[in-house]
């Protein structure tokens, strides 16, 4: 599954094909000045791509030509039709049945894949083809898992663990990976099991002890919360959000992102009261009573006590803006005269 060693010659490999030259017409304006390596690789795949040959060695030739340039997302999708020929001869599965067969590709192929698309993703950390390679290589041997189809969940689980644990050591080089985050959104949506969730919850908030500022941590912790919907947290659950996001605040009331939190956890609260459900009504009132009052105390607090930010900025808190900010949105979503009364004076 590897590409070709350096000792292998592609044209003694590739004797019976006829290798295709790239074509820039008669008069190019400006001819990109490839090594020859790259040259002569790239002909005999566009000979290979031509004839349609997915073959062991037209396999071996994409991780050739995927490791002169990961971007090519021609090559990325033949490759995988490559794998699944070989898969379909071994397997003896007619054509048209790729999700099927990729399902039942066998551990020792799946490994050497990814770990052709760690080596490559290691230098394009940001690389779109490489993530996708990774989804569609797990994408049918999660659907066969929730379908019950695939009888060996317990090795699915495996390949999930150890895809989760991929993600997160790049996402320690860099914690704002949006491609990163994205596949870790959607592994942890295809398995869809109520640990699962709380797990992502708890390495949100691993990340935040880290560094509170991290957005994306935030964002992830509002999504596991939330396991992935958009529908409303129960009362229970956006009680025990609310208060993780005012202890965030506490930590360092000049960091944004646990009041924006806040505030998002409670104002979904609040499509309770137009939907007019008296006990989910009732309950979001006391979710807003309860933070404000939370929110007051800190003031109280603030104003009397000196902090380090994780800024290194050292002063007392009586002027934190978004504080301020958060107690006047909440005062809003009290709706009431007198609330907006004080929301204006604030």
Not at 127 to 150: C, D, F, K, S, V
Not at 275 to 296: D, P, R
Request: proline residues 3%; contains cysteine.
């Amino acid at each position: 599954m590897s590409s070709f060693g350096e000792e292998e010659k592609l044209a003694v490999i590739f004797a019976d094909v006829t290798p295709i030259e790239q074509n820039d017409g008669e008069h190019p304006v400006c001819s990109i000045d490839y090594s020859p390596v790259f040259v002569e690789s790239m002909n005999y795949l566009r000979a290979i791509l031509k004839a349609d040959e997915r073959s062991e060695r037209a396999l071996q030739l994409t991780a050739q030509c995927l490791q002169l340039n990961p971007a090519n997302y021609t090559v990325w999708h033949f490759r995988r039709r490559c794998l699944y020929a070989l898969a379909s001869s071994s397997l003896n599965h007619e054509d048209g049945e790729e999700e099927e067969v990729i399902s039942c590709l066998d551990d020792v192929t799946l490994e050497r894949d990814f770990q052709l698309a760690s080596r490559l993703g290691g230098r394009n950390p940001k690389n779109y083809q490489i993530w996708y390679h990774r989804r569609a290589l797990l994408e049918p041997i999660l659907m066969t898992a929730n379908t019950g189809t695939n009888h060996n969940n317990t090795n699915v689980m495996d390949k999930l663990a150890k895809e989760l644990s991929y993600v997160a050591t790049v996402l320690q080089k860099d914690g704002k990976n949006y491609h990163a985050w994205s596949h870790r959104q959607w592994l942890v949506r295809s398995a869809n099991t109520d640990a699962l969730w709380e797990e992502e919850k708890e390495f949100a908030n691993e990340l935040l002890m880290n560094d509170p500022r991290n957005n994306s941590a935030w964002n992830q912790r509002f999504f596991a919360a939330h396991h992935g919907t958009k529908n409303p947290l129960s009362a229970a659950d956006a009680q025990e959000e609310a208060h993780y996001a005012i202890r965030g605040a506490a930590v360092d009331p000049y960091n944004e992102s646990p009041w924006r939190y806040l505030i998002g956890i409670v104002k979904e609260q609040t499509r309770a009261i137009d939907l007019g459900n008296e006990m989910q009504k009732a309950a979001a009132i006391e979710l807003i009573q309860e933070c404000e009052t939370e929110l007051v105390k800190l003031q109280e607090v603030f104003e009397t006590t000196t902090i380090t930010t994780t800024s290194e900025h050292s002063t007392s808190v009586p002027d934190c803006v978004n504080l301020t900010s958060a107690h006047i949105d909440l005062l809003e979503l009290k709706g009431n005269p007198t609330s907006l009364d004080m929301a204006a004076d604030l």
